[in-house]
């Protein structure tokens, strides 16, 4: 891979991030939601990617505010426990049901 690629897969990355930074607390907003934003609608699944390896970013990135379309904490396993996003999500006053966002509509973000 050269470094040019590198460097353009870093950049989109951080956009990715930028995006996420600034979801407000108690809400969230979805894969596609952010891809759209930064242009590649069809890329939801690497925005998921992204989210993924966002645990070590500095500054933070708060991925556990990103869900799939229909509001199910589809990123769930990837958390250092399976119910850490939950347990971040109702810190924020999201109100979860069987690993979906009640009210996910209410407490949706658009980029």
């Given at each position: 891979m050269s470094k040019e690629i590198k460097i353009r897969n870093i950049d989109w990355i951080?956009?990715?991030?930028?995006?996420?930074?600034?979801?407000p607390k108690g809400k969230v907003t979805s894969y596609g939601a952010i891809a759209d934003a930064i242009g590649a609608r069809t890329t939801a699944r690497m925005v998921g990617w992204a989210m993924n390896a966002s645990h070590t970013a500095k500054p933070k990135v708060?991925?556990?505010r990103v869900v799939n379309r229909n509001g199910l904490l589809t990123g769930r396993h990837h958390f250092a426990s399976p119910t850490l996003m939950q347990e971040l999500l109702e810190a924020e006053k999201i109100e979860i049901n069987d690993n979906q966002?009640?009210?996910?509509?209410k407490n949706y973000w658009k980029p």
């Open positions: 951080e956009k990715i991030y930028e995006i996420v930074r600034k979801i708060p991925a556990h966002i009640i009210n996910f509509e």
